[in-house]
């Protein structure tokens, strides 16, 4: 495989690292965390779409530990210590589903030393959708994983759970994220990313000061990534009065990624809708010069809001409908799958796919906060890491190798996923897993469904309801007027108007 790592193209940087790879699910993301944590001496930041002050991060039976809990508890230990917490100013729309008064809380409730700043700088339409955090500019994490609720589970992902519950009683289904743990520089380049952005948005500057101890962290259940480099990938709108340019690193690193591919695409994504990729798989697919390839989506079996099945659900079905039909001429071979928990009432309950990862050939792996569709390439800001290994690179190779292997399992229900390793004929592999009862994986009924849900919609929408652009929709220097939820009086938990409004980007 060629270099597809090129920083200034589809990269900002390639940092050094000591320790990195994976960490599956917000049990094991949790508990990495709070390890991580507690070896901090002088600074911890933290930057997501969703924080709850609330969210429960530890749930042995023994210990609870909330976000807030925690972190006050370091601070009140670690006299030097400071927090930063840089937050998505959500749109007045969800008001009804996030916490209230969250700045105040965060101010009058939380350790002096703990300051918390909403980010309000994106065009009309767009979110801070960066996940990540960092501990004295040595260690970090970064994925698809917020502080929230309705984020933990483990990794058997059980139909029934009685510790999947929200601070406020109610349930939720079982639900499946990848985050990423550095050790090195990676961490010291996202410090530089997120000072800059508290000085555009809170409008002050952060003084962190240099930590030159080495760093080093035993995690649990992690999947190691036997790299000594990661890269730091990027969207990014204009903004002219803070000094932003429009970047689009995470579109090319896509579609050159794609590009390269010569037997294998492996794809974990909540959504699947963008056209830029979409395009990028139709090119490679109907090279007549290029090898067959084994492309493997596991997807969401069905968005959680109307909204979204109306906009994005209907995109995804049509880019699904196309690919089959092309792989059927050209050889390639597709599957699309999603993983199920048996309820034992002779039903299932599915697992919710909130990841955001591209594999490609075993040699190139990339996760972070961007989602698979228009908005992610080009509205929104996000953040991936990657890793790719280069000729030679044995060790690179099969631990992205055993990550994907793992996964797969996971979703499977296996305990033992040799079987899973190949890349030829991996696509009947999992064709016989999905007909097998006993295990998990299900064919998605994306290549099988009805064109029943986008018939009302087509007449008035051709290509769904216009809730997924790839760029700011009044151009760049537009942004947002509309009343932010903050500071909203409003309770969480009334879910209802909150999924008919939302604009389907988490």
Known sequence: MRDILLPGINCYAIGEVSDTGLLVDGSDYYRALCAAAETAERFILLSGWQFDSDAQLLRDGVVECTLIGFLNELCRRKKDLRVYILAWNFSMIYSIDREWLQSWYFKWSAHERIRFCFDSCHPF????????????????????????????????????????????????????????Y??????????????????????????????????????????????????????????????????????????????????????????????????ALVRRMTDPRRSRLEIVLVLAKQANAFVEQASIGVAQARIVRSLKRLAAETGHALGIYYPAAPNGAGAETPVYIHSKLLLVDDLFLSIGSANMNNRSMGLDTELNVSWQARAGETNTFRSIRDARVNLLAEHAGLSDGEALARTTGLIEVLDGLANDSVSRLRRHPLLSASRDHEIWIEPFFPNGLPLDPEGPIFGEDSF?????????????????????LSKGIE
């Open 182 to 279: 550095h050790v090195g520089s990676v961490a010291d380049c996202l410090t530089r990313l997120f000072k800059e952005q508290w000085r555009a948005v809170c409008r002050s500057e952060l003084d962190l000061p240099v930590t030159d101890r080495p760093s080093s962290i035993d995690l649990e259940n992690a999947l190691p990534i036997r790299s000594d480099r990661a890269a730091i990938s990027r969207t990014q709108v204009k903004r002219s009065d803070i000094g932003y340019e429009s970047v689009r690193e995470i579109r090319r690193l896509f579609r050159d990624a794609i590009g390269a591919a010569e037997s294998l695409v492996y794809i974990e994504n909540q959504y699947f809708s963008s056209q830029a990729i979409y395009e």
């Open 125 to 180: 339409g767009a979110s801070h959708h960066q996940k990540y955090v960092v501990v004295d500019g040595r260690i970090a994490f970064l994925g698809g994983l917020d502080i929230c609720s309705g984020r933990w589970d483990e990794r058997d992902h059980r139909a029934n759970d009685p510790r999947r519950v929200n601070p406020d009683g109610t349930s939720y289904p079982p639900f499946h994220d990848v985050q990423s």
């Open 480 to 500: 947002e007027q509309i009343p932010r939820g903050g500071d909203a009086l409003f309770p969480k938990g009334i879910n209802w108007l909150s999924s008919l």
